[in-house]
């Protein structure tokens, strides 16, 4: 669970080890329960090829904000982001947030 700003540079770092995946929800939206689900669903495959990080973007705005500016991928929730050697290789927010489509990244 990401709540802290600082939380943010050592995830980016551990990108070039190996992928992180960081999904930006609020607990009072329900596609972002539906997206969160998916994503939970699919973890242990997709946690053999990337960590999964979570952040509540009401309860942890700042970080929220800093993902958005460090990572330059507009805010958005439910959003997921990829990240591969310290840049963004993939994201998606809304309906477009897939485990599939993360997967597929890593064929």
């Known amino acids: 669970m990401i709540s802290d700003t600082s939380q943010l540079d050592p995830i980016i770092?551990?990108?070039?080890?190996?992928p992180q995946l960081i999904y930006k929800h609020s607990h009072r939206c329900s596609v972002c329960f539906v997206a969160k689900g998916d994503l939970?669903?699919?973890?242990d495959d997709i946690e053999e090829h990337a960590d999964m990080h979570f952040v509540?973007?009401?309860?942890?705005?700042?970080?929220?904000?800093?993902?958005?500016?460090?990572?330059?991928?507009?805010?958005?929730?439910?959003?997921?982001?990829?990240?591969?050697?310290?840049?963004?290789?993939?994201?998606?927010?809304?309906?477009?947030?897939?485990?599939?489509?993360?997967?597929e990244y890593f064929e």
């Open 13 to 18: 770092e551990a990108s070039k080890e190996k």
């Open 56 to 103: 509540n973007v009401v309860h942890s705005r700042d970080a929220s904000n800093k993902i958005a500016s460090e990572l330059d991928v507009r805010h958005e929730s439910p959003q997921a982001i990829l990240i591969d050697q310290g840049k963004v290789v993939w994201h998606g927010s809304h309906g477009g947030i897939d485990a599939d489509a993360i997967l």
């Open 40 to 43: 939970e669903m699919a973890a």
